[in-house]
């Protein structure tokens, strides 16, 4: 069974400066897909990022980047010029091709901002 | 194009009582996920539907717990004679398949007293 690891239950970052998520998973499959998703306080998850193994270059949606990094089964999410609005928690999902399109998710990090 | 819905936004129930949870997917989208979240935690994969069908339901637990997608209206998670460990929020999730990742309701948040 596939497993996706968190190992910062929480992290801060001033106002304006760059901070890196970590995620790690296991699996052995060799196509699959991984995202980062957001859960501010109202609860609501919301899609950050997405990426396919199959492609080497790292995704990237505006100050959100993936440094993805296959063999060693890497995917950290690097926020830049944070925002007081980032502060959120912050999960890892992996879905592969025998998972059914289940997602499985990290622990999750939760991310503090400070102005 | 309203997103994936999910009512009631916060239930309360007594032990022993019925919760019902409604999700309705994003226009276009036959595939709705459950999941279970409690605090402080990540989200837990309980059962995968697509229309009239339960795909996975691995992560259901064997009793009190069932889901349904019937071919008209929405999706339910129901559970049955409610205890306080089923208190959690639960998410309803929506995609158009694999690899396009998720569109989530809001939660339900279940208060079991």
């Known amino acids: 069974a596939q497993t996706v690891t968190q190992s910062q239950p929480e992290m801060s970052v001033q106002e304006a400066e760059t901070v890196t998520l970590s995620c790690t998973y296991d699996?052995?499959?060799?196509?699959?897909?991984l995202f980062w998703y957001k859960q501010p306080p109202s609860r609501q998850m919301i899609l950050v990022i997405r990426q396919e193994a199959y492609k080497q270059q790292n995704a990237t949606e505006n100050r959100f980047s993936v440094n993805f990094q296959k063999a060693a089964k890497s995917f950290s999410l690097k926020i830049s010029d944070s925002q007081l609005g980032d502060a959120a928690m912050y999960f890892c999902?992996?879905?592969?091709?025998?998972?059914?399109?289940?997602?499985?998710f990290g622990g999750g990090t939760r991310l503090m901002v400070k102005p | 194009n309203a997103g994936v819905m999910q009512n009631p936004r916060h239930l309360v129930r007594r032990r022993g009582q019925e919760a019902r949870l409604r999700c309705s997917p994003m226009k276009g989208h036959s595939h709705v996920y459950w999941y279970r979240q409690l605090p402080e935690e990540g989200l837990k994969f309980m059962v995968y539907l697509q229309k009239e069908n339960i795909i996975d339901e691995s992560g259901m637990p064997k009793e009190r717990f069932s889901a349904e997608f019937p071919k008209e209206g929405p999706s339910i998670l129901r559970i049955q004679q409610v205890v306080r460990g089923d208190s959690a929020a639960y998410f309803c999730a929506s995609s158009l398949g694999q690899g396009f990742g998720y569109t989530f309701g809001s939660g339900t948040r279940l208060t079991v007293v």
């Open positions: 999902a992996y879905n592969g091709n025998n998972a059914g399109n289940m997602l499985t």
């Open positions: 699996t052995s499959e060799s196509d699959y897909y």
